[in-house]
Every structure is written in structure tokens, then in C-alpha cells.
């Protein structure tokens, strides 16, 4: 074992060195454009995406490198790109863990997992179809992308445990990659379903008076986005990762019981769950984050004694890495905006953009091209923070509607290049132990399609509908 890890590491050296210099390089060519601080931001941006986007080492050591860099360097204040671990997405993610370890130490993920296994069917084709078909109806339901993560994931474990696929075993990262993608990719063209999603909705009403319908936004993109995209999910995981069917399913006498269908602790554990889940569910409401309510469950659930997880949770069962990735992408996103390189970005690409007069699926073409720029540099909830506010600007510029020009931005944030963009993935790979390189391969590829095969279709839908 310590030969092989030797023997990776060695592997490993030489490619990081070679990203460290071409970042660093690039970072000297910045300054030619751009300020020094902004140059410097330049180069550790593509040094941590290209790290994270080949796997050469963990997913936690760029985050920590970046947090060194950028405190030693004093690019920005320690309070700036720290801020991911107070920020509440960091805590929904830890929530999010703690609720998956409270779920598999019960056992709770295994009855649900029997009851749920009669849809999804015998036949690994069957189940990954239906897993995808499910985590998209649960977007209707589930206001939240890592809520549903959450919830889904657990489960699935106890499904792919059950119908007999090892760790490790391809027809497993099949039917955990079904559950991720298939709640999160899709669920852009339903609008309260992820966090991107209302931040555009509450940007554009504050700046523009305009209140998106559920209907018009439905109608608009979930044709293309949400049903063909599933659709697309389900053909590449099929096609990356096929396996034989299950090798032992379960019989149905486990559900022919006598015994009650959850015990004492499980039914308080759903209890916990379910009113969690009210709270974030209502938090227009109360204004209470949903990280923060995370924390209070967690209260409960860590309670000594309580029997909703083992004495050594935290020190044994948590796996730290990817809360560290989290802190270090949502650390990045602060440190990008303080410096103002996103602006000037954004800023030199509307000027280098070929917009021309009347051409408007050219214009929109390359004002989504701008926004999937935005996202890849940042995440995807900084396209709506960053591109709504240009709006105006840009419907000037490229003789667009400021509706299309915000439309549009749903077509960029609901095309993922890297996990690194997306906590509800980073939530998935923690809870289901998917590989980060396997997770970073279906977002390559989804991305290649539905930049060169849904989008165009998107926009084609567009000028059938009248947008265009």
C-alpha cells in the first residue's frame, strides 16, 4: 500500500508542478491587463480549477493552499477568504453529513431503501432511468438542491448496498451519480428548486420590479433543460458506467411483516428530519438561513446519548475533506469579487464580444457564453449576482430584452463544467463517497452536450415559444 501511495504521489508531482507554473505565468501575462492584485487572483483562480478539475491531489489541499496564499500574500483579508466556514452553505453542507450519518446509523436508509426499491425495479436500467425520473420529482417538492441531496442520498447507499453493488463497483457510482444528477441538473428549469434559481428571481424583482412567473419559467425551460437533460443524464451514465443487473434483489418477504415499518428512534429521527425540512422549506418566512437551522438539528442529533449517531460522529464517521472544498470555493467566490476581478472580467468580455445589430441568437448566444465564463471563474450563484445587474446594459447593447438577457442566465448556471461550482454535488460525493474524478467526468460530458446540443435546441425552443 505505502509503495503504490509512493508511486502516486511521484505520478502526481510533476503535473501539479507544471499547473503551478503555467498559473503562474499566466498571473505575470495578467499584469500586462490587469491590476497586480487582480493578475495575482488570476493565477491562483486557475491553479485551484485546474487542480480540482484533474484530481492530482485531494479535493481539501487546493482550499488550504488558497487560504495560505492568499493570507500570506494579503491579496485579500483573512476574513474574506475564510469566509466559507462561516458562511451558511458551509453548515448546510455539515448539516447535510450529520443527517446522512443520523440516517445510516439508525438504519433508517434501509427501510425507506426497501420501500422505495419496489418503484425503482430489478433491472440496473430500470433503476438508474428511475432514480433520475425520482430526484427530478423531488425538485418540485424539495425547494433545495443539498435538501434533496441530503435526503436522496442516504437511501440510494442503502439501495446499491441491497441490490448487491460493492463500493467501488461501477453499477454503484451508477445509481449514486442517477441520484445526484438527476436531482440537480434537471431542477434548474423548475424555479424555487435550487439556490442559483431564486437568486435570480429575488435580483431581478429588486433591481427591475419584475416577479417571475412559476409558469412562464416552467414553460420556458424545463422542456429542454429539465426533461431532455434528464434524459441526457440517464444516457451518459448508462454509457460510463454499465454493469450487470442486480445480483441478489430483495425478496419480497422483508416487507410482509408483522413488525412495525420504523422503530422508536427512527420515527424521531423523522421527526427531526421532517420539521428541518418545514423550516427551510418556509424560511421566507422567518428569514432564518437554512444552514443555521441545519445546526439546530444537528443539536438534536448530536446529543450524547441521544441514539441518533455513534459516540465517535465527529472525530470517526465525517469525512472533513469536503467541507474544507466547500470553504475554499465559496473563499475563492469572496476572494474574486473583493479583488473585482470578476467585473473587470465581465466588463472585458462585453467589450470583446462580437455583438451585431438584429442577430439576436447570435447576441444571446454569446451573453450565455459570458455568463458560463462567469460561473467557471466563480460558481453558478454568481451569475445571477454578477449578470442581472447588467442586464439593462446589456439589453442595450445587444438589442435583447432585459427578459432575455436574465432568461439566459439559467441556461448558463444550469451548465456545470466542474463539481467545484456546485455544493449540492460536493454534498453528494461526501455523503456517497463518489470520487471526485468521477463526479468531474459526468460534468464534463453533460457539459460538452448541453453546450453543443441543448442550448442550441434551447434557444430554437425559445423562437417557437416567442422569446426570441
Given at each position: 500500500m505505502s509503495?503504490?501511495?509512493?508511486k502516486t504521489e511521484a505520478n502526481s508531482f510533476w503535473p501539479v508542478l507544471g499547473i503551478t507554473l503555467v498559473s503562474a505565468l499566466i498571473a505575470v501575462i495578467g499584469t500586462l491587463?490587469?491590476?497586480?492584485?487582480?493578475?495575482?487572483?488570476?493565477?491562483?483562480?486557475?491553479?485551484?480549477?485546474?487542480?480540482?478539475?484533474?484530481?492530482y491531489v485531494p479535493e481539501y489541499w487546493p482550499a488550504v493552499a488558497l487560504f495560505g496564499l492568499?493570507?500570506?500574500?494579503?491579496?485579500?483579508?483573512?476574513?474574506?477568504?475564510?469566509?466559507g466556514f462561516t458562511s451558511s452553505t458551509f453548515w448546510l453542507l455539515f448539516s447535510g453529513m450529520v443527517f446522512g450519518a443520523a440516517i445510516q446509523f439508525t438504519g433508517?436508509?434501509?427501510k425507506v431503501a426497501r420501500l422505495l426499491i419496489q418503484i425503482l425495479g430489478r433491472r440496473y436500467r430500470s433503476v438508474i432511468i428511475r432514480t433520475v425520473m425520482f430526484g427530478l420529482f423531488l425538485a418540485f417538492l424539495i425547494p433545495s438542491g443539498i435538501g434533496r441531496v441530503v435526503l436522496l442520498i442516504p437511501i440510494v447507499v442503502a439501495i446499491a448496498d441491497q441490490l448487491g453493488y460493492q463500493e467501488g463497483s461501477k453499477g454503484r457510482y451508477g445509481i449514486l451519480l442517477a441520484a445526484a444528477f438527476g436531482t440537480f441538473l434537471p431542477s434548474f428549469s423548475i424555479l424555487p428548486a435550487n439556490a442559483?434559481?431564486?437568486?435570480?428571481?429575488?435580483?431581478?424583482?429588486?433591481?427591475?420590479?419584475?416577479?417571475?412567473?412559476y409558469w412562464d419559467y416552467l414553460v420556458l425551460h424545463f422542456p429542454v433543460l429539465g426533461l431532455v437533460k434528464a434524459l441526457v443524464v440517464i444516457i451518459v451514465i448508462l454509457w460510463l458506467f454499465p454493469a450487470q443487473d442486480p445480483s441478489h434483489p430483495v425478496k419480497q418477504r422483508q416487507l410482509n411483516t408483522s413488525e412495525p415499518i420504523f422503530n422508536a428512534k427512527e420515527k424521531q429521527l423523522l421527526l427531526v428530519l421532517i420539521a428541518c425540512f418545514c423550516a427551510w422549506f418556509t424560511d421566507s418566512l422567518h428569514h432564518i438561513?437554512?444552514?443555521?437551522?441545519?445546526?439546530v438539528a444537528c443539536s438534536v442529533?448530536?446529543?450524547?446519548?441521544?441514539?441518533?449517531?455513534?459516540?465517535?460522529?465527529?472525530?470517526?464517521?465525517?469525512?472533513y475533506g469536503p467541507l474544507f472544498f466547500a470553504a475554499g470555493i465559496i473563499g475563492l467566490g469572496a476572494t474574486i469579487a473583493f479583488t473585482g476581478l470578476g467585473d473587470s472580467m465581465v466588463n472585458a468580455l462585453t467589450h470583446i464580444a462580437p455583438f451585431k445589430e438584429g442577430t439576436h441568437v447570435l447576441n444571446l448566444a454569446l451573453v450565455t457564453a459570458i455568463s458560463l465564463l462567469v460561473g467557471i471563474i466563480a460558481n453558478l450563484s454568481s451569475i445571477p449576482a454578477i449578470i442581472t445587474p447588467l442586464?439593462?446594459?446589456?439589453?442595450?447593447?445587444?438589442g435583447l430584452s432585459s427578459d432575455a438577457i436574465v432568461m439566459s442566465e439559467v441556461m448558463a448556471f444550469s451548465t456545470v463544467l466542474l463539481p467545484y461550482q456546485a455544493p449540492p454535488l460536493i454534498t453528494a460525493m461526501a455523503l456517497g463517497k463518489l470520487p471526485l474524478s468521477i463526479v468531474s467526468k459526468v460534468c464534463l460530458i453533460t457539459f460538452a452536450i448541453t453546450l453543443f446540443v441543448l442550448l442550441p435546441l434551447n434557444i430554437l425552443w425559445w423562437q417557437i415559444v416567442g422569446m426570441l
Open positions: 509503495v503504490e501511495q509512493n491587463f490587469l491590476p497586480s492584485i487582480q493578475a495575482a487572483m488570476l493565477g491562483i483562480l486557475i491553479l485551484c480549477a485546474a487542480l480540482w478539475a484533474t484530481s492568499i493570507t500570506v500574500t494579503q491579496i485579500a483579508p483573512g476574513n474574506v477568504v475564510l469566509s433508517l436508509n434501509h442559483p434559481n431564486m437568486l435570480l428571481s429575488g435580483i431581478n424583482e429588486a433591481l427591475y420590479g419584475n416577479t417571475l412567473s438561513s437554512p444552514g443555521w437551522i441545519g445546526l442529533l448530536l446529543w450524547p446519548n441521544g441514539g441518533f449517531t455513534s459516540k465517535q460522529c465527529l472525530s470517526k464517521d465525517l469525512n442586464a439593462a446594459d446589456l439589453a442595450d447593447i445587444t
